[in-house]
């Protein structure tokens, strides 16, 4: 039986990444906006989304994975979950291939990496906190 406050830290985890992600995309949308560097940050945002809905799914696997039982056809979309992520950035990345002049082909690649580097400075800013 799963912990319940393993599953309650999850979602707090979950939530703080989300709130994360909305001011980020926000700043991203602005510099959309504001400058003349528009496929830039139209790839930022493609290669951000990708990397948080990545992040979902691996949220809603650990969180299922803590209330399946071993059901063969439950266990088997769990198990996949590492190549649809993989799938999304490829198409992604396809995406950022086949619009060029839309989509800035780096900008993707760094907004999927982004969202890792957010996730380690957040861990250290905690462990941070913590050590005081």
């Known amino acids: 039986m799963p912990r319940p406050d393993a ?3 999850l979602h707090s985890h979950m939530k703080h990444y989300s709130l994360l992600t909305i001011f ?3 700043g991203m949308l602005v510099g959309y906006l504001l400058t003349s560097e ?8 493609l290669g951000y989304s990708v990397s948080y809905f990545n992040l979902w799914t691996t949220y809603r696997n650990a969180r299922n994975l803590g209330r399946t039982t071993s059901n063969s056809l439950s266990m088997l979309s769990i198990g996949l979950g590492y190549v649809f992520r993989m799938l999304l950035v490829l198409i992604a990345v396809g ?3 086949l619009y060029p002049e839309t989509f800035h082909l780096l900008a993707v690649i760094i907004g999927v990496g982004l969202f ?3 996730m380690m400075v957040d861990m250290l800013i905690k462990a941070y906190r913590r050590k005081r």
């Open 24 to 26: 980020l995309i926000a």
């Open 38 to 45: 528009k496929a830039f940050f139209l790839g930022l945002l």
């Open 116 to 118: 890792y580097t957010v």
């Open 7 to 9: 599953d309650l830290s």
């Open 95 to 97: 995406i950022a291939l």
